[in-house]
């Protein structure tokens, strides 16, 4: 198997919560964590943007981004939401086995 951390931000605590339950029920992300009070700098639209965001931390398996993908962009108030799949090279087996426990034989 093989696995990635894929990250997002969101604009509030609310839409964080109800993005990483879709994600979870779905059996997309074994576990998501949501880390607030994040500071966005960037450029939109040729403005410079400053946000308060959060950051949510997608645990998954590599074969499932595609579906992953598709429910963060149907999911997201951005037009364009930050989504970055980070590979897992290693990781404790004991919590590799639990991702596979929690996302089943989702392929």
């Known amino acids: 198997m093989s696995y990635r951390m894929v990250i997002t ?3 509030s605590m609310n839409e964080a ?3 990483a339950e879709k994600l979870v029920a779905a059996r997309l992300a074994a576990c998501v964590n949501i880390v607030p ?3 966005s700098l960037y450029e939109w639209q040729g403005r410079m943007e400053r946000a308060q965001e959060f950051i949510l931390l997608i ?4 074969e499932l981004f595609a579906e992953l993908e598709k429910l963060v962009q149907a ?3 951005y037009e364009l939401p930050e989504l970055v799949a980070v590979p897992i090279d290693e990781g404790s087996s004991a919590y590799l086995n639990w991702i596979d426990a929690q996302l089943g034989n989702k392929k």
């Not at 645990?59 to 590599?62: A, D, I, L, N």
């Open 9 to 11: 931000t969101c604009p």
């Open 17 to 19: 919560e109800q993005l």
């Open 37 to 39: 009070g994040v500071v």
């Open 59 to 62: 645990k998954s398996r590599t």
């Open 75 to 77: 999911s997201h108030s």
